[in-house]
């Protein structure tokens, strides 16, 4: 198994500014992945985070709203760009070893924009 | 295009009740389907993994099965107890996307 953990745990942020979610895993894993989880929702993925390349967006996210980076197999960011109330939800990161493996989820950032 | 459904949307029961949560997906092409508990502002707790050659899976009071051409799993709840209260969530690793998609949930709350 893998133990996910996220920083910071919520945070209340200004419209038009920008917020950094990092993403940590305690080892190495081949798949990582950002989702969304707006309020009474169900979690909608964002990206696929590749490590060392580009992520790899779904429908209707793009990268200059939510960049992602992942510099190694252990590490994520996901930055909110220019944050508005739409924008308030729960983030969570999540990861696995591979197609057909047991997927794991971190706790999970709580955002709220005024 | 895969879509995952999960009935009843809300469940309460009295504790002690053995339940029974559905999920149904409309394409039979998975590698497996993994049931996940949330408890309210938090992340998801893996329960359970069926590979989608297996029937089904135990752990503890809960039993999940799976059948792949009907495109369903339910998730069995023994003797539920008020800490079960949470929202059940149902996804399917599909072949041909190399991810994880999501039903609606059922959120369960069991009452003393």
């Known amino acids: 198994s893998a133990v996910i953990s996220q920083k910071p745990s919520r945070d209340i942020c200004q419209r038009g500014t920008s917020l950094t979610i990092q993403c940590q895993v305690d080892s190495q894993v081949t798949m990582m992945f950002w989702y969304r989880q707006q309020p009474g929702q169900s979690l909608t993925l964002i990206a696929t985070?590749?490590?060392?390349?580009?992520?790899?967006?779904e429908s209707g996210f793009v990268i200059d709203k939510f960049p992602i980076s992942r510099p190694n197999l252990t590490f994520s960011t996901l930055t909110v760009s220019n944050m508005s109330p739409e924008d308030s939800s729960i983030y969570l990161c999540?990861?696995?070893?591979?197609?057909?493996?047991?997927?794991?989820f971190g706790p999970g950032t709580r955002l709220t924009v005024t | 295009k895969q879509e995952v459904t999960q009935i009843p949307a809300a469940l309460s029961v009295p504790e002690g009740e053995n339940l029974v949560l559905n999920c149904s997906f409309t394409d039979s092409a998975i590698y497996n389907l993994q049931w996940f508990r949330q408890d309210p502002g938090k992340g998801l707790t893996s329960l359970l993994l069926i590979q989608s050659s297996q029937r089904e899976q135990t752990s503890g009071r809960l039993n999940a099965s799976l059948d792949k051409s009907s495109g369903r799993s339910t998730l069995y709840i023994a003797a539920s107890q008020p800490g079960d209260s949470a929202t059940y969530l149902c996804a399917v690793d599909a072949y041909n996307t190399d991810k994880l998609i999501f039903g609606t949930g059922t959120r369960l709350q069991v009452f003393p």
């Open positions: 985070a590749n490590q060392g390349s580009e992520a790899t967006y």
């Open positions: 999540s990861a696995r070893q591979g197609t057909s493996y047991e997927q794991y």
